[in-house]
């Protein structure tokens, strides 16, 4: 049963032992109680559509969409839930691109025990949650940038391209892709032909390989 006024969470992740894990950790708190699960981004999304939630703690990888990109499409959908990313990355890229999808904070898996439930309480109250030891270093990374001139690395494709890359390294066919995306199988062809000139890549086995190397799917 649901304490009355507590934050309601839900939680992805394609493991279901990681899964069990971070909810006996999150509804060990009074104030916090795990209303939905799901073992990937696109099922998170979903869930979200028919359950009321307050908050969505997100793995980074996860088969079909990533945490990344279910933070995005939740902002769109649902801008007033709250995002928490939860990785075993310890990883600055990652870090920027949680921000710039939404969420309030980023936890590392290897402390969530210590971490996680601080880091929901924050997200609650609008406040931004670093994994202590990565907030001097992050920072002075990004203040070294503004200093020079440089500025954040841009993603080498757009949102949708990353979608399709995603499944294609999952070995989804164009058909299959196009019914998960709602889109034809002739733009799924179209926009694989770009990846491949954008990125200077061969074939669906370089394609692969990206994806793993740039954390979209794991090895």
């Known amino acids: 049963m649901t304490a009355a006024g507590a934050t309601r969470i839900l939680l992805a992740d394609d493991h279901a032992l990681v899964r069990g894990g971070v909810r006996l950790i999150l509804d060990a708190e009074p104030d916090l109680t795990v209303v939905a699960e799901a073992a990937d981004g696109a099922e998170a999304v979903a869930l979200a559509r028919t359950e009321r939630i307050d908050l969505a703690v997100l793995d980074i990888s996860m088969p079909r969409q990533t945490g990344l990109q279910a933070a995005r499409e939740l902002g769109r959908l649902q801008p007033q839930v709250r995002i928490l990313i939860l990785t075993m990355y310890d990883n600055e890229q990652y870090f920027f691109e949680a921000l710039k999808a939404g969420a309030s904070g980023y936890v590392l898996k290897s402390v969530a025990d210590r971490d996680l439930v601080g880091a929901c309480r924050a997200a609650m109250r609008d406040e931004p949650f670093i994994y202590p030891g990565a907030e001097t270093t992050l920072i002075r990374r990004y203040l070294d940038r503004a200093e020079q001139g440089r500025p954040l690395p ?64 794991e090895p």
Not at 159 to 165: A, P, Q, T
Not at 183 to 206: F, M, W, Y
């Open 154 to 217: 841009d993603k080498a494709i757009t949102d949708r391209e990353e979608e399709i890359l995603k499944l294609v390294a999952e070995g989804h066919t164009s058909k299959e892709i196009g019914d998960l995306l709602f889109i034809s199988a002739k733009t799924v062809e179209r926009h694989r032909a770009n990846l491949l000139q954008k990125l200077g890549l061969r074939d669906r086995l370089e394609l692969t390989r990206y994806a793993i190397r740039v954390g979209l799917i």
